[in-house]
């Protein structure tokens, strides 16, 4: 099968979709031996030739500062999107709403491939940080929906991130289908393990708890600190460890000083060695995970893969599959009940530990499983659109803007295919070399 992944961000800028087209593309072309093609936005210096898989990053625009890191591609790419749609995809997957998912309507009106989309992140967040609640934001979740219901099929990680679309205002079916973790089911090895305790003076008597992501407030960081506070007056003795970094890392090493937790509360940093990361889960107690913004909460079943149970918000998406002293543990969204929940787990840890064996072996699942889902579902929709059983989408009012972005593209391929004698003739030596870079 020939498959085309497109997603906003790919290396060198990494995040959780970025991490998921990746697993896709290895696992596609490992396991399943498909032909796979990934297409993202340029980023300086990205260097691709040693993949497994084909990339082709097209032109972007640097909108770093007001988006987090991201680029945003430029949709009237045409040698790119002509590059693409020779490609040939059976099935177009697209990880964004935004250029991305444009980029797929394109290359679908150029190939007549199926496209699917996945939701992964509420990005309404996003945008309310970086617009307000004003009349963009209303525009710009519109413009996102609409594209989103452009697509063939709608994929979201779990079924509190389907209810989310929906709020939004995405009017149409999805499918749930669940993503994986690259941690093998078990834990690091005990070297490692004691490695990462001697690191950070790490003491083998007391609880040691785990935040691990981008250190964000609507991640509920507040409630972690706010309960390690309470904790530390009832005069509790534990070790908490944040891994990762973010916009409420200052704040959190402030509260750490004005709360008396030096000593207590470990800032690791970004870790980025998988290894090195699997050990920490190992050595903790209890993972700590009380965001109601995350869809699926890979980090919870990192956590999971590694013999660790989570303590999680009751209703959020990261709790969907857990049982409350069974395989995690679910509080109300604040730090009072975060701090009762910790002082009583923590008097009998045989148990605590429980739970995380429980964890890893119910709500455990490799990239491996998820991406083979994934193809078999490929499969039915690649027959569903040969013999046209696939089900018609509404028409969108961008439609228009669509078709006009492939025949430009169309009408470039053309021109491109033409020998060169003929091109410099239309256009002038010295104006077709400017137009060809």
């Given at each position: 099968m020939e498959i085309c992944l497109l997603n906003d961000?790919?290396?060198?800028?990494?995040?959780?979709?970025?991490?998921?087209?990746?697993?896709?593309?290895?696992?596609?072309?490992?396991?399943?031996?498909?032909?796979?093609?990934?297409?993202t936005p340029r980023y300086p210096g990205a260097d691709y030739t040693s993949y497994p898989y084909r990339v082709v990053d097209y032109p972007s625009l640097d909108t770093a500062r007001v988006t987090a890191g991201y680029?945003?591609?430029?949709?009237?790419?045409?040698?790119?999107?002509?590059?693409?749609?020779?490609?040939?995809?059976?099935?177009?997957?697209?990880?964004?709403?935004?250029?991305?998912?444009?980029?797929?309507?394109?290359?679908?009106?150029?190939?007549?491939?199926?496209?699917?989309?996945?939701?992964?992140?509420?990005?309404?967040?996003?945008?309310?940080?970086?617009?307000?609640?004003?009349?963009?934001?209303?525009?710009?979740?519109?413009?996102?929906?609409?594209?989103?219901?452009?697509?063939?099929?709608?994929?979201?990680?779990?079924?509190?991130?389907?209810?989310?679309?929906?709020s939004l205002g995405y009017e149409g079916d999805y499918r749930v289908m669940v993503n994986g973790v690259d941690f093998a089911r078990g834990r690091a090895a005990q070297e490692e393990v004691r490695a990462f305790s001697k690191e950070y003076g790490l003491p083998g008597d007391v609880p040691v708890f785990l935040f691990v992501g981008r250190l964000m407030e609507y991640k509920g960081l507040?409630?972690?600190?706010?309960?390690?506070?309470?904790?530390?007056?009832?005069?509790?003795?534990?070790?908490?460890?944040?891994?990762?970094?973010?916009?409420?890392?200052?704040?959190?090493?402030?509260?750490?000083?004005?709360?008396?937790?030096?000593?207590?509360?470990?800032?690791?940093?970004?870790?980025?060695?998988?290894?090195?990361l699997r050990a920490i889960y190992t050595r903790c107690d209890l993972f700590l995970f009380p965001s109601t913004y995350d869809t699926n909460g890979i980090v919870v079943r990192e956590a999971a893969a590694c013999g660790l149970g989570s303590v999680l918000i009751k209703g959020s998406c990261a709790a969907e599959g857990i049982t409350h002293a069974r395989n995690g543990y679910l509080i109300d969204e604040n730090a009072d009940s975060m701090a009762a929940l910790l002082e009583r787990v923590c008097e009998d840890m045989d148990a605590m530990h429980t739970v995380g064996e429980n964890a890893m072996n119910e709500i455990y699942i490799s990239w491996e499983d998820s991406v083979k889902n994934a193809y078999a579902r490929y499969?039915?929709?690649?027959?569903?659109?040969?013999?046209?059983?696939?089900?018609?989408?509404?028409?969108?009012?961008?439609?228009?803007?669509?078709?006009?972005?492939a025949e430009v593209t169309e009408r470039f391929k053309k021109i491109m295919d033409l020998p060169e004698k003929i091109r410099e003739d239309l256009f002038g030596e010295d104006e077709w070399i400017i137009r060809r870079k």
């Open positions: 961000s790919f290396p060198p800028l990494i995040d959780g979709v970025a991490n998921t087209v990746m697993n896709y593309a290895r696992i596609l072309t490992e396991d399943m031996g498909a032909n796979v093609l990934v297409g680029r945003t591609g430029y949709l009237l790419s045409v040698r790119e999107i002509a590059e693409m749609a020779d490609f040939g995809p059976d099935i177009i997957h697209t990880h964004c709403p935004a250029m991305s998912t444009l980029m797929a309507r394109v290359l679908q009106y150029e190939t007549g491939a199926p496209v699917v989309f996945t939701y992964h992140t509420k990005f309404d967040v996003d945008i309310t940080k970086a617009l307000g609640d004003g009349f963009l934001k209303k525009e710009t979740l519109k413009a996102l929906v609409n594209n989103i219901s452009a697509c063939d099929e709608v994929w979201v990680v779990s079924e509190g991130a389907g209810e989310n679309l929906k507040p409630i972690i600190i706010d309960a390690m506070k309470k904790l530390h007056d009832r005069g509790m003795d534990f070790r908490m460890v944040f891994v990762g970094s973010g916009d409420y890392e200052n704040e959190l090493r402030k509260k750490t000083e004005e709360y008396g937790l030096e000593g207590k509360v470990i800032l690791t940093g970004p870790i980025r060695d998988r290894e090195q499969e039915v929709i690649r027959e569903q659109a040969r013999d046209g059983s696939l089900k018609k989408k509404r028409r969108q009012k961008s439609d228009l803007f669509i078709e006009t972005a």
